[in-house]
C-alpha cells in the first residue's frame, strides 16, 4: 500500500478515485476517507496556487501503530500550505476551506527536505489504537492484581510496589507536571482571543455565548448534585491529606480564595504550580490581546504555535497510559477491596445520568427559548455521537457537526459555521458535569469535607477549566488534578485518572458536541435561520 502516484490538476478526480480505493482496502471508515479527500484537495490547491506546483506525489502508508497516514510530496521552495488564513469573513471563497483545515490541524504536519514540501495527513487516528491497548492494560493489569493478591504476601506486593509501580507512577507524574501549567496556560490564552473573536460578530455572538455560558453552569450543577448523592455515602479510602496539607490547602475562606486567585508575579504561578493564578493570567492576557486588535497578531500567532507545541509534548506524554493504567490497575485490585470497583461503576452510572439530565435541558431551551419542538433534535442526535465517541474529539469532529446542523437541522451555514467553531473552544457541558463527579469522589476517598466553599470552588473551577481546555487526549486528567491540588489531594490519582478516561471522555465528547448543536439550534431559531423543512424532516 506504499506505492505512489501523481496528482495534477488534469487527473484530480482519478486521483480522489484512488485515494478512495485505496483506504477502502484498509478498511477506513466512510467519514474517514471523506475527510482525507477534501484535505488533500485544499492542500493541493493551495500549493498550485500559491507556490507554482503542478504536480504532486502521494503515498499511503500504515504503521504498526495502525495509523494510516497520506503523504504528498510537491518539488519546490519551502511553502506550508498548513498556515492559517485570517481575517476572512463568510463572503470569501477560503472562509469555508479554511474551517476545515484549521478543524483538521492536528491531524496534518509539513517539512520541506531535499527540495521538498512533504504534507502528511493522518487519515485514521492512533486514537483507536490507543484505547483498545489502554482496555486491554487495564483488564491485564487487574488479573497481574488480582493474581498477586491470591497468591502473594503482603510484604511481596508491597516490595513489588516499591521498586517498579511507584517509580515508573512518579517518572510519569514528574513529565506531566512539566507541562501541565503550559498547556494549561496556553490553551486558555488562545481560547479566550478566539472567543473574542467569534463573539465579536454582534447581537448573533453575544446571544451564542449567552447559550453556551447558561449551559455550562447548568451542565455544572447537575455534576455537582449527582455527585454528592452518589458519593454521599461510605466510600472506599485510598489515602490521607496530612493535616498541614489540609490546613494549608483547605481551611481558608472564600475570601482568601478569591483574593489568591490573582498572583504577586508571573513566575511563582508556574512555579508553585498554582493553576487557578496560571488560568487567570491567561484569561487577563488573553483579554488584552482581544483589546489590541490586529496590532498584537504576532502575539496571538506566537500563543498558537506554543500551544500546538504544548499540546505535542502531552500527546508523547499521553503515549505511556497504556503502561500506566497497566500498573494503576495492578496496584488497586492487588491494595483495595471489590468496593473500589463498584465505586468506579457509580461513577459510570452517575455520569449516564447526567447525559440524560442535559438532554432534558437541551430539549427544554430548544422549546421554550428557540420556540420549536425539540423532538426532531432529540430523534438525530444519536446519529451524531458515534464520530465525536470514535475520535473523542470535538474539534476533529467539528466539520461533521457543522454539516449534521446545517443537513439534518435545517440550521443556516452562517450560524452554524461559527457557533460550531466557537463552541468547540469554549462550550464543553460534558466536561462541566464530568469534572465535579470525579472530584468529589477523588475527595471523599481522601476524607475531604465538602462544604459549601468547597462546592463553591469545585463550580468556579469547573467553569475556568471548561473554557479552551486543552485539546489533548485524557485531557480532563489536567483539570481533575488542578482542581483535588487545590484541596491538597496528592497527584497519585493520576494514573487510575487515565484508566477512568478511557471510557468516560469519549462520552463527555458526545455531550460536548450535543451541547454546541444545541445552542446552535436555538440561536438560528432566535435568528429565524432555521430551514424547518429540513428539521422536521425524518
Not at 505535542?312 to 503515549?319: E, W
Not at 497510559?321 to 491494595?335: E, G, H, Q
Request: proline residues 4%.
Amino acid at each position: 500500500m506504499a506505492k505512489f502516484f501523481t496528482l495534477n490538476r488534469e487527473n484530480l478526480s482519478d486521483a480522489q478515485a484512488e485515494i478512495e480505493q485505496r483506504l477502502s482496502q484498509l478498511k477506513i471508515e466512510r467519514k474517514d476517507i471523506l475527510r482525507a479527500q477534501l484535505l488533500v484537495e485544499e492542500i493541493f490547491l493551495r500549493m498550485v496556487n500559491n507556490a507554482d506546483v503542478e504536480q504532486a506525489s502521494i503515498q499511503i502508508v500504515k504503521n504498526f501503530f495502525g495509523n494510516v497516514q497520506i503523504k504528498m510530496s510537491a518539488t519546490g521552495a519551502p511553502y506550508d500550505p498548513l498556515v492559517e488564513v485570517f481575517d476572512l469573513d463568510e463572503d470569501d471563497d477560503e472562509y469555508y476551506r479554511t474551517l476545515i483545515l484549521k478543524a483538521n490541524r492536528q491531524k496534518m504536519s509539513w517539512l520541506h527536505e531535499k527540495n521538498q514540501n512533504v504534507v502528511t495527513i493522518n487519515v485514521q487516528s492512533e486514537t483507536n489504537f490507543q484505547m483498545k491497548l489502554t482496555l486491554g492494560g487495564m483488564f491485564g493489569g487487574l488479573l497481574c492484581g488480582v493474581f498477586m493478591k491470591e497468591f502473594l504476601s503482603l510484604e511481596t506486593i508491597k516490595l513489588f510496589n516499591d521498586s517498579l509501580i511507584t517509580p515508573l507512577n512518579t517518572m510519569f507524574l514528574d513529565a506531566l507536571n512539566l507541562v501541565i501549567a503550559p498547556v494549561i496556560f496556553f490553551s486558555v490564552l488562545c481560547g479566550v482571543t478566539g472567543m473574542g473573536a467569534g463573539a465579536g460578530i454582534g447581537r448573533a455572538g453575544s446571544k451564542l455565548i449567552g447559550l453556551y455560558g447558561s449551559t455550562s453552569v447548568i451542565a455544572a450543577i447537575v455534576g455537582l448534585f449527582i455527585a454528592e448523592k452518589f458519593f454521599s455515602g461510605d466510600v472506599p479510602q485510598v489515602g490521607t491529606i496530612s493535616v498541614a496539607q489540609n490546613t494549608e490547602a483547605y481551611e481558608f475562606s472564600m475570601t482568601k480564595f478569591i483574593v489568591d486567585i490573582i498572583p504577586s508575579n508571573l513566575v511563582n504561578p508556574i512555579a508553585d504550580r498554582n493553576l487557578l493564578q496560571v488560568i487567570f493570567i491567561a484569561v487577563f492576557f488573553g483579554l488584552a490581546l482581544n483589546a489590541l486588535g490586529n496590532k498584537v497578531k504576532l502575539l496571538q500567532d506566537f500563543a498558537n504555535v506554543c500551544n500546538e507545541f504544548f499540546t505535542k509534548l502531552v500527546g508523547m506524554i499521553v503515549f505511556f497510559v497504556p503502561l500506566i493504567a497497566f500498573f494503576a490497575m495492578m496496584s488497586l485490585a492487588s491494595d483495595t477491596d471489590f468496593t473500589m470497583i463498584l465505586t468506579m461503576g457509580k461513577l459510570v452510572v452517575g455520569l449516564l445520568i447526567c447525559c440524560f439530565a442535559m438532554l432534558v435541558v437541551y430539549a427544554i431551551l430548544i422549546r421554550f427559548v428557540g420556540k420549536i419542538s425539540p423532538l426532531p433534535f432529540l430523534k438525530k442526535i444519536p446519529s451524531l455521537w458515534p464520530i465525536p465517541f470514535a475520535t473523542s474529539s470535538s474539534a476533529v469532529t467539528m466539520p461533521f457537526t457543522m454539516n449534521f446542523c446545517t443537513k439534518k437541522l435545517g440550521v443556516a451555514e452562517k450560524i452554524s459555521s461559527f457557533s460550531i467553531p466557537i463552541g468547540t473552544t469554549v462550550n464543553m457541558n460534558g466536561g462541566c458535569f464530568y469534572l465535579p463527579i470525579v472530584v468529589i469522589m477523588f475527595l471523599k476517598m481522601y476524607d475531604v469535607e465538602i462544604d459549601l466553599n468547597a462546592i463553591i470552588i469545585i463550580l468556579t473551577m469547573t467553569l475556568s477549566l471548561s473554557v479552551a481546555g486543552p485539546a489533548v487526549p485524557n485531557a480532563s486528567v489536567i483539570g481533575i488534578l488542578t482542581i483535588t491540588s487545590t484541596f491538597g489531594v496528592p497527584n497519585d490519582i493520576a494514573g487510575l485518572l487515565f484508566c477512568i478516561a478511557t471510557v468516560c471522555e469519549r462520552i463527555v465528547t458526545c455531550f460536548n458536541v450535543t451541547g454546541d448543536v444545541a445552542a446552535a439550534v436555538t440561536l438560528a431559531r432566535l435568528e429565524n435561520l432555521t430551514d424547518e423543512k429540513i428539521y422536521f424532516a425524518d
